[in-house]
């Protein structure tokens, strides 16, 4: 029998069904136990992932961290496990990128625990009416009520600057790698952002997507965030007050909506002893079954795009799957050179010092550029 130690982020959605999941494990008939250990999601950026795999077997990771474990040489690829058929076959039943935002140096290492990306969340009974269906009909209605809130806390400023270069049809660092995004695609994005930013009430001002759905629930100072990432638990009724979940503003009729991808995966770690009861016991959790059943119904959020378009998971979860899922299918994959983690936290925060004080969006832009720049001394891969 082999014992496992594993770490995930401190959240329902991140910890229950995997929980679950071990303790359902008997050590005599499956051969394996499991322990999950859990840490704040911001946690896994002030850790170096080489750190948490010395003390873990598994580790849940989000994309963005995978250039900087495989630089470490700290994590198994997934193909010397499952083999490269079964990764293929995984990657064509996953919902949009969620399992190829892991692949790196030709190679995956994550398995897509989570899917999420950034949707747009509203209090459907302040709206009274559709949510907007593009950028034009939100700014309306932030000058109309200024109950239009942005997520601008850790790093969701600079994820909702890159959301909205994709949006405008510069997906970045896509074309190249060492180019963020042209001056006039980032003086569009700044100046949209900026001025919700002004008009974002001040109350949810340094919560993150957590913090400002929590207070959306149960406050009406906010009614529409147009950027955030989904978080479905949200979705069911608190006192009576539901949030709407639909996809991500387009610029343009028939245009894409921009949106940063999130989620996390589970990865192996360099010192996990790689048993076949341990590659069942992942595969389950990828497969129909769980994906579908158990892991929603433990608060969970599957990357199976057939749970994604599952009828009974809609309607308990009032439809958040089915009206989010486009965003999902089209959403941004960031960077994941070594360097991008600390950009991210350097870039939102230079642009949350420039919403406040009214800074110029050219010079913005060109100081966004230069610290993304500084972040890839070595070029190569995104």
């Not at 250039?67 to 949009?96: H, K, M, S, W, Y």
């Amino acid at each position: 029998m082999q014992s496992y130690r594993a770490l995930t982020w401190d959240h329902p959605r991140g910890y229950n069904a995997l929980a679950a999941a071990a303790a359902r494990l008997d050590p005599v008939r499956d051969g394996l136990s499991i322990v999950w250990d859990r840490q704040p999601l911001e946690g896994f950026e002030s850790h170096p992932i080489a750190d948490l795999c010395a003390r873990y077997d598994l580790v849940v990771l989000d994309h963005p961290h995978v250039g900087e474990a495989v630089e470490a040489d700290c994590l198994q690829p997934l193909e010397t496990v499952f083999g490269v058929d079964r990764i293929a076959e995984l990657d064509a039943a996953t919902i949009g990128p969620c399992l190829s935002s892991y692949r790196y140096g030709g190679r995956h290492w994550a398995l897509p625990l989570d899917a999420a990306t950034q949707v747009m969340a509203a209090r459907g009974d302040l709206l009274e009416g559709p949510s907007p269906q593009g950028w034009a009909e939100v700014v309306a209605r932030s000058q109309q009520t200024g109950k239009v809130a942005l997520s601008m806390a850790g790093p969701h400023a600079i994820l909702s600057y890159l959301s909205l270069a994709a949006a405008l049809g510069e997906p970045p660092a896509v074309d190249d790698p060492d180019l963020l995004v042209s001056p006039g695609t980032g003086r569009e994005a700044f100046e949209l952002l900026a001025e919700l930013a002004a008009r974002s009430p001040t109350s949810v001002k340094d919560k993150n997507p957590i913090g400002i759905l929590g207070h959306m629930a149960t406050h009406d100072d906010v009614e529409l965030c147009p950027l955030i990432y989904g978080y479905v638990n949200y979705a069911a009724p608190v006192e009576g007050k539901a949030i709407r979940f639909t996809n991500a503003p387009r610029m343009t009729t028939g245009g894409q909506p921009g949106s940063t991808l999130g989620g996390t995966g589970i990865s192996i770690s360099r010192r996990c002893p790689v048993t076949p009861e341990l590659i069942d016991h992942l595969l389950w959790l990828m497969g129909d079954e769980a994906q579908s059943g158990f892991i929603p119904s433990h608060d969970g959020q599957p990357s199976r795009r057939s749970a994604w378009a599952d009828e009974a998971v809609n309607r308990r979860w009032g439809d958040f799957y089915r009206n989010t899922a486009d965003t999902l299918e089209a959403a941004y994959v960031r960077p994941r050179h070594s360097g991008y983690i600390a950009f991210q936290t350097k870039a939102s925060a230079l642009l949350r010092d420039a919403f406040d004080i009214r800074r110029p969006a050219g010079a913005v832009v060109a100081e966004l550029q230069t610290l993304y720049r500084a972040s890839r001394p070595n070029g190569g891969e995104r």
